[in-house]
Nanobody, 126 residues
């Protein structure tokens, strides 16, 4: 497992932007797939985006595709989520997750990940 610490959440108006950061403690960070999930009040935790270690391939949920961008800086052991054109329905607690041996078949499922951050609140006002 790896320790993950998110930052960058806050309150923003609809149409605005935020960038979330997730700092990881793992020495083998560069090869570890990293993902962002979100959870709105009363709803299940929902997959947003994932980035693989080698090559940096990415995959997005349809709900964020074209608006959110996941990236990583392996020199800083940090993964980012750039969120543009934010909507009120993006309001949620956003979590960073990691799993060294992630399967493509289950990459959108929360139980597939064994390391989670504490979450950061994102609130989008209309």
């Amino acid at each position: 497992q790896v320790q993950l610490v998110e930052s960058g959440g806050g309150l923003v108006q609809a149409g605005g932007s935020l960038r979330l950061s997730c700092a990881a403690s793992r020495r083998t960070f560069s090869s570890t797939p990293m993902a962002w999930f979100r959870q709105a009040p009363g709803k299940d935790r929902e997959f947003a985006a994932v980035i693989w270690g080698s090559g940096g391939s990415t995959y997005y949920a349809d709900s964020v595709k074209g608006r959110f961008t996941i990236s990583r800086d392996n020199a800083k052991n940090t993964v980012y989520l750039q969120m543009n054109s934010l909507k009120p329905e993006d309001t949620a607690v956003y979590y960073c997750a990691a799993r060294a041996s992630l399967s493509i078949a289950t990459m959108t499922s929360p139980p597939s990940y064994d390391s989670w951050g504490q979450g950061t609140q994102v609130t989008v006002s209309s």
